[in-house]
């Protein structure tokens, strides 16, 4: 239920507003076998997991900025139950405003830009927001 939620609404929304009709692509992180399926069914030109390059956090918005944010946020002090600290998570990501959010995605081709030049290794990137 949740990851059809989680899905849909966005999906049904975010690439028409944010990129009309032009190029988009979706990548998915870390997605559950059914969430894949879905996916499969819904974006005929998806790129196969096994496509992406192996481990590459800077590729990854997740990974390049958002984590640390929430990180920072949500454990700037200690939790005594898994339960505050999804609470904490929660509030963190709730906070977390359009233009960073903007931002951290409009890095993304800068990034790819600087993982092929690297040839798919290391690379340094300096922040923009």
């Known amino acids: 239920m949740f990851a059809h939620f989680a899905i849909t609404q966005p999906l049904e929304v975010l ?5 009309g009709n032009s190029f988009w692509t979706f ?22 997991f096994s496509e992406w390059p ?17 990180e920072a946020e949500a454990c700037s002090k200690p939790h005594r ?3 505050s600290l999804e609470k904490a998570l929660e ?12 931002a951290t995605v409009d890095a993304f081709p800068e990034r790819l830009k600087a993982f092929v030049e690297a040839n798919g290794g290391l690379f340094e990137t300096h922040r923009i927001f």
């Open 81 to 83: 139950s898994v339960d």
């Open 15 to 19: 690439p028409t507003s944010q990129f």
């Open 91 to 102: 509030k963190t990501w709730g906070k977390l405003s359009v233009r960073y959010l903007r």
């Open 27 to 48: 990548q998915h992180y870390g997605a559950p076998t059914t969430v894949q399926q879905w996916c499969k069914e819904n974006f005929p030109d998806v790129i196969a």
């Open 54 to 70: 192996a481990c590459s956090p800077d590729l990854n918005p997740m990974d390049y900025s958002v984590w640390a944010v929430l």
